[in-house]
C-alpha cells in the first residue's frame, strides 16, 4: 500500500491510497475458507463446496469489504501519523476514483478530498469585556425567603377569591367598544393578585368565584414584561399591549406560607443545624449569591465568546465544509441550497466555535473528562443518598462511585452537568487570561444584560 498526498491550496488536500492484492490478500483467503466451512449448497456436503465455487459466489464481496475495511484503517493511520490537523473528515472523491472493479481488478486507487483546519491565533487584547458582579440587597433575600415559605407552605382551592390568591383563566381581548377584538389576544393564563400594581383592579377579583367575568386592562395592572409572560406575547407586543380584556376565572388557589422555624430551616437546608431565623436568613443570602455568581459566570463567557467569534479572521475551506455537512446529514430538507442560503447564519458561528474551542483546548483542557462528570454526579447522590444503616464509609463510597458512573454513561441523563462543568472551566481559563474587570450591578441591570 502507498499513500501520498497532493496539496491544492493552503487547506484543501488530495490523498491517494494505492492499494495491490497483497494488502488484503490474507484477509480475503481466510474469510473465503469460513464461508467454506459454513456454506451448504446443493449437491455437496456442508464444509464441502469447492473453493472456486465459493470464490465465485463470494470473492467479489468479500474483496469489497476487506478494501473498505483497510482504507478506513489506512486513512485515518496516515491521518495520525502525519499529524494533520483536519477540520471535518475526509470525503471520497469519487470522480477521481471511478467505480472499482471488484470482479476483475486486483489493484485499486481510491482519492480522498480533505481539508487542514485553519490556524487559529486567539488574540486576547482585542477581548474587552467586563465580568458582572450582582449586587444583593435585603430586598431580594427577603423576596426569596418569602419565595420559600410559600413552597414550603399549605396549599388551597378555595371556591371564592380572596387577597393575595393565585387566579387562573382565559383572557380575550376586546375592542374599543367593548366586543371581543377579531384574531385578537386569546390566552389561557394565571398570575398572582399581589402582582397587580393597580389596587382598584385587584379588588374586582376579590370575592369572585369560578365562571364569572372580570374586564380591566393588563397594561395599567402588570408590567410589560409580566404580560409578556402572562399572555404569552412577543417582547415588542407586549410592549404595545392596551387593549382591556374579559377574563373569565376558572379558579384560584390559596397558600398561607410556613412558619420560620426549625422544622422549614431543615427542610431547606437539611443537615446544615440551621436553627434560628438569622442563621437561615445569612444561608439563603450565601445561596443567592452563588447563584448569581453562577449567572455573571455564564454571561461572561457567552460575552466573551462572541467577541472571540466577531475577531475569527482565519480563511476556512469552505466548499469542502459545505459538501462535508451535506455528506453527514440525515435531514431530507438540507441539501446543497439550504446550506448555502443558511451558511453564514447558521453553520459559519458553529464551525468558527469549533476552530476557537480547539485553540483554547490547547491552552488549557476545557472539555469536562468523564472522571470530572463522575464527581460531580458522586457528590449530587452523596447529598440524597448518603451512608446507609449497616454501611462504613468506605462501603458507602463504593456504592455512590458505582452508582456515579452507572449514571453517567448515559450522556443524556448528565448533559446539563457536562454543560455547566465547561462554562465553568471555560470560565476559569478567560478569567486567567484577560483578569476581567468586575462591575457591580443590580439584578434588574444584570437581566437588561442577558437579553
Not at 426569596?144 to 380572596?162: A, C, H, L, N, S
Not at 459538501?323 to 451558511?343: F, G
Not at 483546548?361 to 440524597?384: F, G
Amino acid at each position: 500500500m502507498n499513500i501520498t498526498r497532493e496539496n491544492l491550496g493552503d487547506l484543501d488536500l488530495c490523498i491517494k491510497i494505492d492499494v495491490v492484492e497483497s494488502d488484503y490478500a490474507e484477509k480475503v483467503t481466510k474469510q473465503l475458507k469460513e464461508y467454506q466451512h459454513k456454506a451448504t449448497i446443493p449437491g455437496f456436503r456442508k464444509g464441502m463446496a469447492p473453493m472456486g465455487l465459493i470464490q465465485r459466489m463470494y470473492k467479489s464481496a468479500v474483496v469489497a469489504d476487506a478494501v473498505q475495511d483497510l482504507l478506513s484503517e489506512s486513512l485515518y493511520k496516515y491521518i495520525e501519523d502525519e499529524k494533520l490537523d483536519i477540520i471535518g473528515s475526509p470525503l471520497s472523491n469519487n470522480d477521481k476514483t471511478g467505480t472499482p472493479d471488484f470482479d476483475k481488478a486486483t489493484d485499486f486507487t481510491f482519492y480522498f478530498d480533505a481539508a487542514l483546519a485553519p490556524q487559529v491565533n486567539i488574540d486576547w487584547s482585542k477581548v474587552d469585556t467586563k465580568l458582572c458582579a450582582i449586587k444583593l440587597t435585603a430586598k431580594d433575600t427577603d423576596a426569596q425567603i418569602d419565595e420559600i415559605t410559600k413552597r414550603y407552605g399549605k396549599f388551597e382551592t378555595p371556591e371564592v377569591i380572596g387577597e393575595g390568591d393565585y387566579v387562573y383563566g382565559k383572557a380575550v381581548e376586546l375592542t374599543k367598544e367593548g366586543t371581543e377584538k377579531e384574531g385578537g389576544m386569546n390566552a389561557f393564563c394565571s398570575f398572582d393578585l399581589a402582582d397587580v400594581k393597580d389596587a382598584e383592579i385587584a379588588a374586582l377579583f376579590i370575592g369572585k368565584k369560578a365562571e364569572e367575568d372580570v374586564v380591566f386592562n393588563p397594561a395599567k395592572a402588570f408590567t410589560a414584561s409580566q404580560i409578556e409572560k402572562m399572555l404569552h406575547l412577543e417582547t415588542a407586543a407586549a410592549k404595545k399591549f392596551k387593549s382591556d380584556v374579559t377574563f373569565k376565572i376558572s379558579g384560584c388557589s390559596h397558600i398561607t406560607p410556613a412558619e420560620l422555624n426549625a422544622e422549614l430551616f431543615d427542610k431547606v437546608f437539611p443537615g446544615k443545624g440551621i436553627s434560628d431565623a438569622d442563621a437561615f436568613r445569612k444561608a439563603i443570602t450565601e445561596q443567592i449569591d452563588k447563584a448569581n455568581d453562577e449567572q455573571c459566570q455564564i454571561l461572561y463567557v457567552n460575552q466573551v465568546r462572541k467577541q472571540l467569534l466577531d475577531n475569527f479572521d482565519a480563511p476556512m475551506p469552505e466548499a469542502f465544509l459545505k459538501r462535508w455537512i451535506l455528506s453527514r446529514s440525515n435531514d431530507k430538507d438540507v441539501n446543497a441550497e439550504t446550506i448555502e442560503n443558511e451558511w453564514a447564519d447558521k453553520y459559519v458561528p458553529s464551525l468558527k466555535w469549533e476552530l476557537i474551542d480547539g485553540a483554547l483546548n490547547k491552552i488549557q483542557s476545557i472539555e469536562p473528562t468523564q472522571n470530572e462528570v463522575v464527581d460531580y454526579v458522586k457528590d449530587i447522590l452523596r447529598k440524597t443518598d448518603g451512608q446507609q444503616d449497616g454501611e462504613d464509609e468506605k462501603q458507602a463510597e463504593e456504592r455512590l462511585e458505582q452508582a456515579a458512573r452507572t449514571i453517567a454513561q448515559d450522556r443524556q441523563n448528565v448533559q446539563q452537568i457536562i454543560d455547566k462543568l465547561y462554562v465553568e472551566k471555560t470560565f476559569a481559563l478567560f478569567k486567567e487570561q484577560l483578569k476581567p474587570e468586575v462591575e457591580k450591578v443590580s439584578a434588574k441591570e444584570f437581566a437588561e444584560r442577558c437579553k
